[in-house]
């Protein structure tokens, strides 16, 4: 048995080029898969694969091919429009049992919504649809209203189940609808969602959407804004009769590695949305985590009822790393910066296979096993390799140092063949490899984030897709950050205005504090 445990972790590097030829193989392999009529991978059961979108995402913007935008854009539209989202109370279940985004298992994982809401703001970076908007907000706003502990941690599931029956809390009839709404609005409501007598589900309704809104209200004879008002209004009101129901059960742990995913989704949310509430929810939790899951150091892997233990595994230190580093990216409060490049130091000197090469899942200080596994394959969550390469390499760009570009192409070599013919297993890992392979944007910027004229500058940089960049910032009279990331050496504002450089390999364009002309220079 211990022989046959050890292959996975014997993979050695191969020895071809790391190409965008590797980029392109697994995107026509993703092609073939993918379903043109419901959207999304495979059939029954269907799983959200937002990784694999992230990748086509960037598949658009390094090769402008509208077909990736496209499968990305048809897929998020009917996930959200399906039985899989939470159409009264946002956030999505965990995945469909068939083929259309219909019928959901209803539990709600922490992880999904993470990685989901981050996957439709870049969509709406890309695209500019509120309807994509909606949705992370929706998202969001549901972990920070059920989801979110007093001490601001994340709490890992919500059941299936409520009163014994999976799915009771969640599904309707027409009469429920109507003693709430009332007769009028019930049977717009009804239409709307497709609520009918028979039902899709065990004889009620799984709330689910048919067509726009717009053709909708066609349809209906009616205007498209009287016919908004109605859905909005009912969806509120079903919401807080849904409330009185028995809820679901809570799995109350707080995982580490879960919550340096969602921590990562609110920072950029925060900023992208302009929301301080999910600013305030990112910091929040990040100072939860580092105060009650760290001691002598090193991470601790669960939190529950006042209680951190277990020794924290390579998903979880890579996890809280990339969260504090997409937080810093968003506050710049030197702060995150410095212990996200901490946890990446200790990550390389406990998990790292000086042998072989990759990431272990345990670390030297944890107890001794039969083997040390590695885990390369991004399944519903991003494999910890993955999510390490990611991080090294923008802390690469940050901070200048060499070695840890180093250890990421080492785990490229070793997965090169992989990723190429079994893309959706590597989703996250290639989008690492996107970002190995372009030039990324190193953008420096110098002035008060709070005043007008650097707000403006940030929602340039931020306004658009643009996966492969590293941003920093420094305060003039702050000399710390200087010495800390080097991008900011030698920096120096224009006339006391804020100021943005927009470099490649610490070669820089001419500093602006203009907006427009800073939108030029990131193309």
């Given amino acids: 048995i211990a022989g046959q445990l050890q292959p996975f972790a014997r993979l050695q590097p191969t020895h071809g080029d790391l190409a965008v030829a590797v980029l392109d193989r697994a995107y026509q392999t993703l092609s073939t898969q993918y379903d043109r009529r419901n959207g999304g991978f495979g059939g029954a059961p269907k799983f959200p694969q937002p990784m694999t979108l992230e990748f086509l995402l960037r598949t658009y913007h390094r ?8 499968m990305v854009e048809q897929t998020l539209k009917t996930m959200a429009e399906g039985g899989m989202y939470d159409q009264l109370g946002g956030g999505f279940h965990r995945y469909s049992v068939d083929a259309r985004w219909l019928v959901p298992h209803f539990e709600k994982m922490l992880y999904d919504n993470a990685l989901l809401s981050r996957v439709y703001l870049h969509a709406y970076q890309v695209t500019g649809q509120p309807f994509f908007r909606r949705i992370v907000e929706e998202t969001l706003d549901y972990v920070l209203g059920e989801m979110t502990s007093p001490e601001g941690g994340f709490y890992a599931t919500q059941d299936a189940d409520s ?47 048919t067509r726009d809104l717009e053709v909708a209200a066609r349809e209906f004879g009616m205007p498209v804004e009287r016919l908004r008002a109605v859905i909005e209004g009912g969806r509120r009101k079903l919401y807080e009769a849904r409330a009185r129901r028995v809820w679901p059960g809570r799995d109350e742990k707080i995982l580490t590695a879960w919550n340096g995913l969602m921590l990562r989704s609110f920072a950029e949310a925060g900023r992208v949305l302009d929301r301080a509430d999910y600013l305030d929810a990112a910091r929040r939790n990040a100072d939860f985590l580092l105060r009650h899951l760290r001691r002598d150091g090193l991470l601790l892997r669960t939190y529950k009822d006042g209680q951190a233990k277990l020794n924290a595994y390579l998903e979880d230190y890579a996890n809280l790393a990339d969260g504090l580093l997409a937080l810093y990216e968003t506050t710049f409060d030197l702060r995150w910066f410095e212990e996200a490049r901490t946890l990446a130091d200790t990550l390389v000197a406990g998990f790292w296979d000086d042998s072989q090469g990759g990431f ?84 420096a910027l110098i002035g008060d984030p709070e005043r007008e004229d650097m707000r403006t500058l940030l929602s340039v940089v931020y ?55 800073l939108a030029r220079q990131l193309g």
């Fill in 63 to 70: 090769t402008g091919d509208q077909d990736a935008l496209g």
């Fill in 163 to 209: 009163e014994g029956e999976e799915g009771k809390f969640y599904v309707w009839t027409p009469d429920e609808v109507r003693a709430v709404l009332g007769d009028e609005d019930a049977r717009l409501f009804n239409r709307y969602f497709d609520i009918t007598l028979e039902g899709n589900f065990e004889s009620k309704n799984i709330l689910h959407i």
């Fill in 360 to 443: 272990f899942t345990t670390g030297r200080s944890h107890e001794a096993l039969i083997t040390r596994p590695k885990d390369f394959y991004d399944n519903a969550t991003p494999s910890g390799n993955s999510v390490a390469a990611d991080v090294l390499l923008r802390l690469a760009v940050l901070t200048g140092e060499p070695d840890y570009q180093r250890y990421a192409a080492i785990i490229f070599q070793l997965l090169r063949e992989f990723m190429a013919r079994a893309p959706s297993a590597f989703g996250h890992l290639l989008s690492a490899l996107d970002f190995y392979l372009c030039t990324p944007k190193e953008i």
């Fill in 463 to 517: 306004g658009r897709f643009l996966p492969n960049k590293v941003v920093a910032l420094r305060r003039p009279d702050d000399v710390r950050p200087a010495k800390v990331i080097p991008l900011l050496v030698d920096r120096p504002s224009l006339d006391n205005r804020a100021t943005a450089y927009v470099c490649e390999h610490y070669t820089c364009q001419m500093p602006t504090a203009d907006p427009e002309e």
